[in-house]
């Protein structure tokens, strides 16, 4: 805890801190920083020829046919083989819910949910089936809107 003391002792990260802490309290120092390290999280696309490496946070949604695996992210789509169950489990930590039988979306990207429709914040929408409805409205209603 040393460094808590040499943190109280620079008075501008003193100042930041304390005006954070009053106007949003613990809960959202804890928001703030559960958000910060999901923004750090990585995820590894592995193929057969070639390996890169996103952010969690940059991921809108995967989908599957047969093994072959697309992430879709704002600028780009990559491909991997594997299994959506895998995916989910690496995933859900993360906010990822399933969606369909074939489709994995981040909590953090979704702007609406419209009847059958999740509505992402870049546009794109996705089907909800009937299925999966009830657990992905409650995962999002119950997600945090500061980590959105």
Known sequence: MNWLKELSKNECVHKSLSAFLEQYGITGLENALQLYQNTHQKYICKTRISISM??????????????????????????KYGTLAKEL???????????????????????????????????VRLHLSRSYAPSVIIAFSQYKPSTR
Request: proline fraction near 2%; charge should be negative; charged fraction near 20%.
């Open 54 to 79: 996103l952010s969690i946070y940059d991921i809108y949604y995967l989908e599957i046919q047969k093994h072959n695996i697309t992430i879709h992210t704002q600028d780009e789509t990559y491909q």
């Open 89 to 123: 489990k690496a995933l859900s930590p993360y906010g990822f819910v399933k969606c369909t039988q074939s489709c994995l979306v981040s909590l953090n990207k979704i702007k609406s949910i419209q009847h059958d429709d999740i509505v992402l914040t870049n546009n």
